[in-house]
């Protein structure tokens, strides 16, 4: 097991594909943002270099204490998980499976 690498938050980008090579730095990183801002926003990725790439969508929030998830997954009322739920990146609506035409 790899120690956990002490982060500061802006040093954490979990955004960053490189950011997820490293076990010890992603629980650092856990870690302070459980301690500093447990309810986290991140820019999505620009993942513009590949041509089929979507351009970016408006960020995500990433709940790391778990209280947090507990209490949001008892309120879907008030804490939704709609069109980027299972991925980062979200697909336009005209890629989508489920979408007309």
């Known amino acids: 097991m790899e120690p956990n690498e002490a982060l500061a938050l802006d040093e954490i980008d979990l ?3 490189e950011f997820w090579g490293c076990l010890g730095r992603a629980r650092g990183a ?3 943002l459980r ?3 447990p309810i986290a926003f991140f820019e999505d990725p620009d993942a513009s270099a ?3 790439a979507p351009p970016p969508g408006p960020g ?3 709940l790391t204490r778990y209280a947090d998830v507990a209490e949001a997954s008892r309120h ?3 804490y939704r998980s ?3 739920a299972v991925s980062i990146i979200d697909l336009p609506p005209k890629w989508s499976s489920t979408s007309p035409g």
């Open 15 to 17: 955004s960053d594909m």
């Open 30 to 32: 856990f870690a302070t």
């Open 35 to 37: 301690r500093e801002r």
């Open 50 to 52: 590949s041509p089929l």
């Open 60 to 62: 995500y929030r990433v």
């Open 76 to 78: 879907p009322e008030t």
């Open 82 to 84: 709609g069109q980027g």
